[in-house]
């Protein structure tokens, strides 16, 4: 499979807008380099550089170590509620959109006979996840929590109450053998719990930062519960390492995570300030979700980086298309296509849908016999060109077909290109300093230990803005 079919980076309709060309061979040497720091753990932050290495280090022995429990897991639970938020929850979510039936839930019996993953611990959002509660009482659930430290708001506010509903439902003793912990393996709030209460727990590596660890346990094994083929997704990653890192492949012809590490930079230091990621299937939104997290938190540093957006097409065609063709030329498109298109019939089989003759007067007639995904590959064509005419630099990944090898190798790819790219612009792709500041506010305004002068401060201020407020009619 692997010598037959390849990833493409198909960067043509960038160099039709914009001289890319020149510019990436100026800019090869500078990749390189940073390729180099990556790779030796030189570079900025290297304590948080584990991952580049762990899908050939380490992946294959958690494969076997979680085996047992996944067993466990699906011998007693058909749902399992992940909680987590940011890196320890959107790359598990987006490769079981991708690789699962889309409505699993409406039957999961017929179409997908693995336990469904729910999702909870991303906002504080009181309507979903009520909501949740109540979907749970239709399913004997299980709960995976996903924290390094345990003390991130949003999942330790979703533990609390999901623990309390197995508690109520099943007792305190079984509830305690349907809840697993991935965490730090030497210390932190979720380990000490753990340890407490027996539960089972995994290892989030120190050296591996949540954005980066979907190869990890944060995504082995709730990918592994569901059906997803982990074995194959850990080998496309290990693949796309060796293709990456290799010193003999410093070719941005033959690399596409130094090429488009390159392009990135390139057209954010000549003014496009705006990469959307282009996906083609509701199926896979939550990997462009994946992807921002990635590309925002490692990019966004010093008052500087890219913006990552996205748009599900050809949805957003009818609601976005028209800024993208014709709005300020500040952004640049990245597709994700998908050369084989199939879906998948009862969980397994593979499946294409053909237009059928059908009695009515549409006008369509002329695409009787062609299959869905021909259509869907005109459409992609004209609206590469469209956009590229239209002056927006067009890049296009070209994936042989949307399964766990391949969806693997391209999640690593991007990984890869997130840390060299970072590098050659100057910047630490691996802290995220900001993200600190909402938390810190949030905590003063809750009333958390040690924050009150901070939160009378806050308090102050916002109460000031109050005059700038406009009020509507009072209700009667």
Known sequence: MTQEKRLVLDWTKVHDVFPIEKHLANETSNLISAKKSLVSGKGKSPEFTGWVDYVKEEAQSVLHSIKKQVETICNHSDAVVVVGIGGSLLGTKAVYEALTHSFAIVNQESLHRRPVLFWAGHHIALDELSELLDALDSYSPSLIVVSKSGGTTEPALAFRILKKY?????????????????????????????????????????????????????????????????????????????????????????????????????????????????????????????????????DGKENSGLFPASANFTTDLHSLGQYFQ?????????????????????????????????????????????????????????????????????????????????????????????????????????????????????FALMGKPGHADKAAQIRSRLSSGNRLRSLGHTSK
């Open 166 to 298: 197995l508690d109520d439902r099943f007792g305190t003793e079984e509830a305690s053998h349907r809840i697993f912990a991935i965490t730090d393996p030497n210390d932190g709030t979720l380990l000490k719990i753990a340890k407490e209460n027996n539960y089972p727990h995994f290892p989030i590596p120190k050296n591996i930062g949540g954005r980066y660890s979907i190869f990890t346990p944060v995504g082995l094994l709730p990918l592994a519960i569901s059906g997803v083929n982990v074995t194959e997704f850990v080998a496309g990653a290990e693949q796309a390492f060796y293709d990456s890192t290799s010193e003999k492949n410093h070719s941005l012809e033959t690399n596409p995570a130094l090429c488009y590490a390159g392009i990135r930079n390139i057209l954010y230091a000549n003014k496009y300030k705006i990469e959307s990621l282009c996906t083609w299937s509701p199926k896979a939104k939550g990997i462009a979700e994946w992807w921002k997290q990635l590309f925002g938190e490692s």
């Open 326 to 442: 014709d709005g300020e030329r500040h952004l640049f498109a990245t597709h994700l296509k998908v050369a084989d298109e199939y879906s998948l019939a009862k969980g397994s089989l593979k499946r294409k849908i053909k237009i059928p003759n059908c009695s009515l007067n549409d006008g369509f007639d002329f695409l009787t016999g062609q299959e869905l995904s021909h259509v869907q590959n005109e459409a992609q064509q004209g609206t590469f060109l469209a956009h590229s005419d239209g002056k927006v630099p067009t890049l296009i990944w070209e994936l042989p077909e949307m399964n766990a090898w391949w969806l693997g190798y391209w999640m690593y790819i991007n990984m890869f290109a997130c840390g060299v790219g970072g590098y050659a612009r100057g910047i630490n792709p691996f802290d995220q300093p900001g993200v600190e500041d909402y938390k810190n506010n949030m």
